[in-house]
Every structure is written in C-alpha cells, then in structure tokens.
C-alpha cells in the first residue's frame, strides 16, 4: 500500500509544473485526497484538499493557480502548478485518507522537490 509520487523538478518564476501521485493496494476514489508543502525551516501546509470530486480547498497563497486532480481510472492524483513563484519552492507531499473503525487511515507519498529560481 503506497502513494508514488511523480513530477517536480526546477521551474522559472512564471513557470509551470506538475505532479502525479499514483495510489497501489488501494483505491483512491474512497479517499480525500490532499497536496502539502514543506519549506526549508518552515511547517508542513496544505496546499489543495478535496473530500470528492465536488469541492476543493486552496490555500490562499496557491488559490487561482494550482489546480488539484483527481483520475479514477488511473487511481491518480495531480496537482498543476501554474504562475510558480519562488516562494512555491518545497517540498511537495501527496496524501490520501479515509476514516476507519476509531481513527483515520493515511497514505503519504514520499515527497518530491519542487524548486522556482530564476
């Protein structure tokens, strides 16, 4: 059972970048599902969260030009990254969750760098 992150690299400011997660062992339709970020010195934040396919939360830094995704078929999530400024640079952590007999079940994928520099 595991989330295999994909994607990330180094973007210009204005830039534009893409992640993919792909669940195993699991089906990620039965799940929230949720893109973190991480900075140097700084504590892990959400990104972009969704309960279903029917709304989806950003943050207000990332709102208008991230856009969370989710593919069924593919048992895939993705997070575009568009108009990427330098202090989108992070870690990037997908996540994937649901609620089980007294508590809650996580999947975390292992993180990938996401670095804007000019």
């Known amino acids: 059972v595991q989330l295999q992150a994909s994607g990330g690299g180094k973007a210009q400011p204005g830039g534009s970048l893409r992640l993919s997660c792909t669940a195993s062992?699991?089906?990620?339709?039965?799940?929230?599902i949720g893109w973190f970020r991480q900075a140097p010195g700084k504590e892990r934040e959400a990104v972009a969260v969704?309960?279903?396919?029917?709304?989806?939360y950003y943050s207000d830094s990332v709102k208008g030009r991230f856009t969370a995704s989710r593919d069924t078929a593919k048992n895939t999530v993705g997070l575009q990254m568009n108009s990427l400024k330098p202090e989108d640079t992070a870690v990037y952590y997908c996540?994937?969750?649901?609620?089980?007999?007294?508590?809650?079940?996580?999947?975390w994928g292992q993180g990938t760098q996401v670095t804007v520099s000019s």
């Open positions: 996540n994937a969750g649901h609620f089980v007999a007294g508590g809650y079940q996580n999947y």
């Open positions: 062992g699991f089906t990620l339709a039965d799940n929230a």
């Open positions: 969704s309960s279903d396919d029917s709304s989806t």
